[in-house]
């Protein structure tokens, strides 16, 4: 099983709350998949600022001093904010690359979840409910955002097998169904250098997804090329700096419904996600085609 | 009329109320207020009363229906009517995928469109939709009949056995074994028949196309080993 939810505002009055939408819709899903959840948020756009989200067991240990420490080592100021077992740096963005690698130096036990001018992700092994307490996600705002309960079926229910994966700056998938073909795709990926963290399903989707667009493909020709490199199921729901894109595997057996009004874009595993949206008995509701890419962008 | 509101009681509780109804009860007429997509609403009914459910449901509405009618006010998720016995059941909207899966007789009616599996493994239910349909319907269609008014997708009736279809618009492609087959006029009587069930106007059976089997893959033989 495994649910899936996705928000794109069209209506800026509803930025506040898009937290908060999106946890509730999430929470409504929690019975497709309760071992794990995730959310990434796409907030404001600061000039010449990007950020990272990364994640450590043992916050305590980890994230003391660490905001002085990386401002030394990568020469610019740096601001943290501490939520649970994660924490969003804010760096000058010319530095986000090397605050990665400062990190991974500095504090070898943490991951990087994700990075780029406004991701912020946020993952952990339990209930949705909890999860969006826990980092409490209803009371961050933004224009978009996609969010995941797990089912785990390909690799082990850890905080790292969560969904949503990032393998590319302020670019993120979330997916509902399992790849077959992952193990050979992830030995050719790595062969082009990219990087695994897990040996699960979704991170080569993931991976596969940035390598075609660091190559110059837009979201949607990296999305359309997956249709034929990628075999298995799969709904996925991708997020981009500007918008987000849904694609589903030819047999199309993996649920997902759309809906649309002049506020928003809403993607559901199911319609009772959507149901207490606002306008929701108004707006355009429809299933996603097979092998048809669908995308908003702001 | 007996009304549930959802948003009040819990599924549970409605599905054992109409679970409780005893032959000849004056109880016929319910009404369901809030699904809001919840799964297996009135799943599982086994008396003659109507249920008008008012909103959109989720998985297996309808599932397992015996002799009841019902109607959903706006749209159904996967698996509507599945494993239908007897009684009808009306979608005003659209059906996502599975729509009256191995059903065994009654009738279903989607006004809107059904999706992808439409009457998969169907045997002896009659369905009928308004609109279009998705890929894989039909496949390893039994018996009964499905009537789409409008497109079929990719591989209609793949593997059928004697379920009969009727559409009315193009077909995108079909499954293996399945093939176009005469409209006699047993076939134009069926078709009024169930048109005129599904509260269908205006249209002519002569306007429809009819689907089966070629009847070369219900024995294996190993020249058609590719086919299946």
Known sequence: MCGIVGLFLKDKSLEPQLGAMLSEMLVLLTDRGPDSAGIAIYGASQKDHGKLTIQSQQPARDFAGLEAELGKKIGASVTMLVKSTHAVLDVPRNKLEAARDAIAELRPDARVMGMGDTIEIYKEVGLPE???????????????????????????????????????????????????????????????????ETENDTEVAAAYLSHKISNGQDLGQALESSLSDLDGFFTFVVGTKNGFGVVRDPIACKPAVLAETDQYVAFGSEYRALAKLPGIDGAKVWEPEPSTVYFWEH | MQVFDLAKSTLRELNQALHNVQNGSNETAWEVLNPKGSHAVAAGVDAPISVDVRGSVGYYCGGMNSEATITVHGSAGPGVGENMMSGSIVVKGDASQYAGATGKGGLLVIEGN?????????????????????????????????????????????????AKLFVRGNVKSLGADCIKKEMRPEHIAKLRDLLDRAGVKDVKPEEFTRYGSARTLYNFNIDNADAY
């Open chain 1, 130 to 196: 909890k999860v969006a307490e826990r980092f409490e996600v209803s009371k961050m705002s933004g224009t978009h955002g996609i969010g995941h309960t797990r089912m785990a079926t390909e690799s082990a229910v850890t905080t790292m097998g969560a969904h949503p994966f990032s393998t590319g700056p302020d670019q993120c998938l979330v997916h509902n169904g399992s790849l077959s073909n992952h193990n050979n795709v992830r030995r050719e990926l790595k062969r082009e250098g990219m990087t695994f």
């Open chain 2, 114 to 162: 059904a999706s992808s599996r439409c009457g998969i493994s169907m045997k002896g239910i009659d369905i009928v939709v308004h609109g279009n349909i998705g890929h894989m319907s039909a496949f390893m269609a039994q018996s009964g009949h499905l009537v789409v008014l409008g497109d079929a997708g990719d591989a209609l009736g793949d593997s059928i056995y004697e």
